[in-house]
Nanobody, 130 residues
Framework: QVQLVESGGGSVQTGGSLRLSCAASGYIYSRNCMGWFRQAPGKEREGVALRHLVVGSTYYADSVKGRFTISQDNAKNTVYLQMNRVKPEDTAMYYC???????????????????????WGQGTQVTVSS
């Protein structure tokens, strides 16, 4: 059984930085595709960043490329999302998600398919003020 616990959300001003953490339990190979989705009020859940935990490949939504970085610490079973140069449109509830992907390439495609993920955290709110 995989459990995910997020932390690190909060309020930040435009242009600032924030780091989200997602601590995971469970066998890494059963959750080898792991990352972050977000959902703003009235909008659908969208993929932000994913990482294939075995090979270390990363995948980003176009809206966050060059600003956000996803990383992992295997010793802590934790995945991070470093958010830099944040914008008001980054305001949302951020969710950590994990599941098995048959290949790094398939993990990349999962960024547009939140329904592919069986394991979710409880969410952490990020609010960016102008």
């Amino acid at each position: 059984q995989v459990q995910l616990v997020e932390s690190g959300g909060g309020s930040v001003q435009t242009g600032g930085s924030l780091r989200l953490s997602c601590a995971a339990s469970g066998y890494i190979y059963s959750r080898n595709c792991m990352g972050w989705f977000r959902q703003a009020p009235g909008k659908e859940r969208e993929g932000v960043a994913l990482r294939h935990l075995v090979v270390g490949s990363t995948y980003y939504a176009d809206s966050v490329k060059g600003r956000f970085t996803i990383s992992q610490d295997n010793a802590k079973n934790t995945v991070y999302l470093q958010m830099n140069r944040v914008k008001p449109e980054d305001t949302a509830m951020y969710y950590c998600a994990a599941d098995f992907a048959s290949s790094p390439g398939y993990c990349a495609t999962m960024i547009s398919r939140p329904d592919d993920f069986a394991y979710w955290g409880q969410g952490t709110q990020v609010t960016v003020s102008s």
